[in-house]
């Protein structure tokens, strides 16, 4: 079991962590196909605290690693750009036709390329030492919760579905932005 407390592990505890987070966001992804949306939102949050812990373990117990930094983003792009995206697709735009599916099919793209671009960015300044006390751009986790927060407001009738849409645009963009955001 000492490979759990060794940072040059692949299966060290914080890594193990955030594998139980890319577990819940592939359940997750399934319940979404299967629209359970409710169990779909439970495990994406239990994905979040999982991001949250994997964090502290790995620099309480000094097991941050590359291996782990990848992984990280992985399960991040999964559970707070994937998840999210495919939920408001499935419950948001289901019964969307032809032509506006193509429209509603691009701003869920362009999101996922936000996300996307932005984890890159991270692992990279990461990589070069250039992570600051601040995010640069919105972090996926909170544009994961501002998505939710959209996908509340259309359930409740507040956002129309083309609102969501352009909330979706508006979020997708400030993840890439230059907003400066606190750094826990």
Same mark, same amino acid.
């Given at each position: 079991m000492h %490979? =759990?407390?060794r940072s040059e592990s692949? %299966?060290?505890?914080?890594n193990l962590v955030t594998m139980l987070n890319i577990s819940a966001g592939l359940i997750a992804v399934y319940m979404i196909t299967q629209h359970h949306f409710d169990l779909a939102i439970i495990l994406?949050? %239990?994905?979040? $605290?999982?991001d949250i812990i994997d964090g502290k373990i790995a620099r309480?117990?000094?097991l941050s690693n590359p291996f782990? $930094?990848? =992984?990280?983003?992985f399960a991040d792009f999964l559970s707070f750009v994937l998840v999210p995206t495919f939920l408001i697709f499935e419950s948001v735009y289901r019964h969307v036709e032809f032509p506006a599916l193509?429209?509603?099919?691009?701003?869920? $793209?362009?999101y996922v390329i936000s996300g996307l671009r932005r984890l890159i960015a991270f692992n990279l300044d990461s990589i070069s030492g250039e992570v600051a006390r601040y995010f640069i751009g919105v972090p996926t986790p909170l544009g994961a919760i501002l998505l939710w927060l959209v996908y509340l407001g259309f359930i409740y009738g507040l956002i129309p579905e083309a609102g969501v849409m352009g909330l979706m645009v508006a979020i997708g963009y400030l993840l890439n932005s230059k907003i400066k955001i606190p750094h826990p």
């Open positions: %490979f =759990l407390w692949h %299966f060290n505890l914080a994406a949050w %239990f994905g979040g $605290i999982c309480r117990y000094k782990g $930094i990848q =992984l990280d983003s193509i429209i509603t099919a691009g701003v869920s $793209i362009y």
